[in-house]
């Protein structure tokens, strides 16, 4: 009878025993576990500061350039938009004797040449280092996306096939059958300055008038294009700004 009790002592001792180690075995996981969820806390934490820094920089980067661009579009637009009017002129006026405002004309008409190059430097390491993602916005990062890879796509290609009707119509035209060097005009150190002679503008003047009605409309499109993306440029700049101020 004695051993029995004995035995049940000894049992509840080695069950006290047991229950002991597994409260002090569950106490040491549940550390375990609050010091690995604390770490990956803080670890997020610090990812997520440095994407915050990484996107503001991204951000920063982006409204300087497109302010740049702003400027840099402004002033193509305004070159372009009177080489259009100029070449209106010429399609809807008779002028083949006013070599005064003809003259004009075809320095306006050249300065429509000049085509606008956007800095893309920002967005294509953007895209190349995979960062599209720290732009938060899904409006913002759909505009950007538009303005880069479809709209000044389409400028391009659009802009491509102006400079070639320029380079080899209306600059053919212009610069080999309508300009000589003269002694008249010369530039402050004594050198010859080409000029448009009178007697060859009226020469091929038909044959000029000829080659813009084949380029104007192409430069229209381009010059509608263009101002679309200096819309798209302006719009981008106001929801940078904001993102940023936020």
Same mark, same amino acid.
């Given at each position: ?5 004995? @035995? ?11 229950? @002991?180690?597994?409260?002090? =075995?569950?106490?040491? &996981? +549940?550390? #375990? #576990?609050?010091?690995?969820?604390? =770490? ?15 996107? !503001? ?5 982006? $409204? ?8 840099? &579009?402004?002033?193509? +637009? %305004? ?6 009017? =100029? ?13 005064? !405002? ?24 953007? #895209? ?5 993602? $720290? ?9 950007? &996306? ?13 802009? =491509?096939? !102006? ?13 080999? %059958?309508?300009? +000589?060097?003269? #002694?008249?005009?010369?530039? @402050?150190?004594?050198?010859?300055? /080409? /000029? ?21 409309? *192409?430069?229209?499109?381009?010059? &509608?294009?263009?101002?679309? *993306? ?10 940078? %700004? ?5």
């Amino acid at each position: 009878m004695i051993k029995f009790f004995r @035995k049940i002592r000894y049992d509840l001792m080695e069950k006290n025993k047991t229950g @002991k180690y597994l409260k002090y =075995a569950i106490g040491e &996981i +549940i550390l #375990v #576990v609050i010091g690995i969820l604390i =770490a990956l806390s803080i670890n997020n934490w610090n990812e997520n500061r440095k994407s915050k820094i990484a996107s !503001v920089e991204i951000y920063n980067n982006l $409204l300087q350039t497109l302010r740049q661009d702003s400027i840099k &579009i402004q002033q193509i +637009i %305004k070159f372009q938009k009177r080489s259009i009017e =100029a070449q209106e002129k010429i399609l809807t006026s008779n002028m083949q004797s006013d070599y005064i !405002v003809k003259n004009n004309l075809m320095i306006d008409i050249i300065r429509g040449s000049i085509s606008f190059f956007p800095n893309e430097g920002p967005y294509n390491s953007i #895209v190349s280092n995979n960062e599209l993602d $720290l732009i938060y916005s899904k409006t913002l990062k759909t505009s950007i &996306i538009n303005l880069y890879d479809f709209q000044y796509k389409r400028y391009k290609n659009i802009d =491509a096939i !102006v400079d070639n009707k320029f380079q080899n119509q209306i600059f053919s035209i212009i610069d080999k %059958k309508m300009m +000589i060097y003269s #002694v008249d005009t010369l530039s @402050k150190d004594g050198q010859l300055i /080409r /000029r448009i002679d009178p007697i060859l503008l009226n020469r091929h003047y038909s044959e000029l008038e000829s080659e813009i009605k084949d380029t104007y409309r *192409i430069m229209k499109t381009g010059f &509608i294009s263009l101002l679309e *993306i200096q819309k798209s440029i302006n719009d981008l700049i106001i929801i940078l %700004k904001e993102d940023l101020d936020d």
